[in-house]
């Protein structure tokens, strides 16, 4: 089975810093998605951005980039620039790429807080 | 376009009664999820469904049934609820096979006293 560890569950940052969040996971799989999906008060899912593993690029959405490194299993977010409407739970997720069902694993969670 | 919606949005009951959550989707999507989520943790998934009329297990299914006779409905049942099944519950849904990404609904909080 799947597991996704976030070993952050709060982080705090001055709005305009710069802050990296930390997801590993373990799978004996070799084709996989990663998400980090964004989870404000309103308490709506909001999808940050996605990796593919068979893809050495890290993906990069505007202000949100990630740092993947296949070989350690370690997925890492860089929020650049933080606003504070970042602050949010933020959650690393694991997906098999299969066909059928596209089951979501999910981390912890780690705690955001972006102060002004 | 509405998305994924979901209903209802609270609801409180007592232990013993039973209710069904609805998901709603759009978007002709084929796949839809149920997830929960408890204070401090992850979304885990609770049933799925990759059809209309199919639906399976996922990693904490016990105390759910759920149904899906429309394609874009997905309903999430309790026959008789439990205070362990205090949380929230999200609905998502894909597009399913080449397209994974799932939407998620706004959630449901239900209170079980």
């Known amino acids: 089975a799947q597991t996704v560890t976030q070993s952050q569950p709060e982080m705090s940052v001055q709005e305009a810093e710069t802050v990296t969040l930390s997801c590993t996971y373990d799978?004996?799989?070799?084709?996989?998605?990663l998400f980090w999906y964004k989870q404000p008060p309103s308490r709506q899912m909001i999808l940050v951005i996605r990796?593919?593993?068979?893809?050495?690029q890290n993906a990069t959405e505007n202000r949100f980039s990630v740092n993947f490194q296949k070989a350690a299993k370690s997925f890492s977010l860089k929020i650049s620039d933080s606003q504070l409407g970042d602050t949010a739970m933020y959650f690393c997720?694991?997906?098999?790429?299969?066909?059928?069902?596209?089951?979501?694993?999910f981390g912890q969670g780690t705690r955001l807080t972006i102060n002004p | 376009n509405a998305g994924v919606t979901q209903t209802p949005k609270f609801r409180v009951l007592k232990t013993g009664q039973s209710m069904t959550l609805l998901c709603a989707q759009d978007?002709?999507?084929?796949?839809m999820y149920w997830y929960r989520q408890d204070p401090g943790m992850g979304l885990r998934l609770i049933h799925y469904?990759?059809?209309?009329?199919?639906?399976a297990k996922g990693e904490v299914p016990d105390g759910y049934n759920v149904s899906r006779l429309k394609k874009q409905n997905f309903l999430l049942g309790l026959e008789s609820a439990a205070p362990s099944q205090t949380s929230v519950y999200f609905c998502?849904?894909?597009?399913?096979?080449?397209?994974?990404?799932?939407?998620f609904g706004p959630g449901t909080r239900l209170t079980v006293t």
């Open positions: 469904s990759v059809g209309e009329g199919t639906t």
């Open positions: 978007m002709n999507h084929e796949y």
């Open positions: 799978t004996s799989e070799s084709n996989y998605y």
């Open positions: 990796q593919e593993a068979y893809k050495q």
């Open positions: 997720a694991f997906m098999k790429r299969r066909e059928g069902a596209q089951k979501l694993v």
């Open positions: 998502a849904s894909s597009y399913g096979k080449v397209r994974y990404e799932q939407y």
